[in-house]
């Protein structure tokens, strides 16, 4: 989220904000920024899959319950 404001709302993260970035952007602290959250989202997607193929493999619906952690 980039944002002028000194301050956030509270709810922020539970939108789904992973981070925040102060003006004026300085473009190696962007790019840091975005190479962590694409790491970051890489690593959730491996492990919904993992929990997908875990789930199957015990033969358990457990597709909601991905739903609700990630």
């Known amino acids: ?10 709810d922020s ?3 789904g904000v ?3 970035i ?10 840091a920024r975005v190479c962590s ?3 970051l ?3 959730v997607m491996t492990c919904k899959r993992e929990l997908i193929e875990l789930s ?3 033969n358990v619906d ?3 319950k991905c739903n609700r952690l990630f």
């Open 1 to 10: 989220m980039v944002t002028a404001e000194l301050e956030f709302p509270a």
């Open 13 to 15: 993260f539970e939108l």
């Open 18 to 20: 992973i981070g925040f």
């Open 22 to 31: 102060n003006k004026p952007i300085r473009k190696i602290e962007l790019l």
């Open 37 to 39: 959250a694409l790491r």
């Open 41 to 43: 989202r890489n690593e």
């Open 56 to 58: 199957l493999t015990l």
């Open 62 to 64: 457990s597709t909601h």
